[in-house]
């Protein structure tokens, strides 16, 4: 179909991408579809949806946004979907005992902003409509979203959770000046497979020592370790030196063998 003469190019922003964990209705996944292309989102990414897919109900609500639901990425497990994003944020509104930034819509939006035009790839997740995600989930990310709701009504519909956050980046897209955002085009970000693979080397490594003690409290404690390096937003380079630093230290001091490593 063309455009009417002196119409303004649509606007497709490839990042940052929507991820949902876990979605329940195809409804609701066809909702968050269409207000996405509403404010100029594309990349769409499901984890585990619970219905069928396709879905036929999703592609009834989205009316017209049938080019996000049919470039939507699915995966069965979550590393998957954020394996090559450099930057997550958890959209959540229950408090979470972890240490993390807390940023409201705006605030998120400014920041991805700065972040795309920096060329990292930014993602937001949303969970399921029943619970949201689930805290190891949330501790996957970088940053967490929250939104001004009424604090004895905080429940969200899932597309209106995405609009809100899609009308703030569509608001932050206008605005002419982008905030600083570091940048080392000669030592990208690590994306989150790289990160996933340190933070695997490292707890397997800490294991085998016996540092998780009690075992009970060994979800909090990786939790913990995690959001330490999260924080300082690890290079490639840096992600590779830490894993050859876990490696050397179980190696040099008469630990195992190379070979089984």
């Not at 090559?84 to 991805?112: C, F, I, S, Y």
């Not at 085998?208 to 913990?224: E, T, Y």
Request: charged share 25%.
């Amino acid at each position: 179909m063309t455009r009417a003469p002196n119409m303004p190019p649509p606007i497709e922003d490839a990042w940052p991408a929507i991820c949902l964990v876990r979605p329940q209705m195809g409804e609701n996944i066809g909702a968050v579809a269409r207000v996405m292309l509403n404010f100029g989102l594309v990349s769409l990414r499901l984890v585990a949806p619970r219905d069928r897919w396709p879905n036929p109900k999703a592609e009834i609500v989205a009316v017209g946004a049938n080019t996000v639901l049919k470039g939507a990425k699915v995966e069965w497990r979550l590393e998957d979907a954020l394996a090559d994003a450099t930057l997550v944020v958890a959209a959540t509104a229950r408090p979470r005992e972890l240490e993390k930034p807390v940023w409201g819509a705006r605030e998120t939006a400014a920041k991805l902003k700065a972040a795309t035009a920096a060329g990292e790839r930014p993602l937001v997740m949303f969970g399921p409509e029943a619970s949201g995600m689930e805290t190891d989930e949330v501790a996957k990310a970088d940053a967490i979203l929250t939104l001004p709701v009424n604090p004895g009504f905080a429940s969200l519909n899932l597309a209106n959770a995405v609009a809100a956050f899609a009308y703030a980046y569509a608001e932050a897209r206008q605005e002419r000046d982008t905030p600083s955002w570091f940048r080392d085009s000669e030592n990208p970000p690590a994306t989150q497979e790289e990160l996933e693979a340190m933070f695997l080397h490292l707890e397997r490594e800490l294991e085998h020592g016996r540092f998780f003690h009690p075992l009970d409290k060994a979800p909090l404690m990786k939790r913990n370790l995690r959001s330490i390096f999260l924080r300082a937003r690890l290079t490639q380079q840096e992600a590779q030196t830490m894993r050859g630093v876990i490696k050397a230290l179980t190696i040099g001091r008469g630990g195992r063998k190379k070979d089984d490593l």
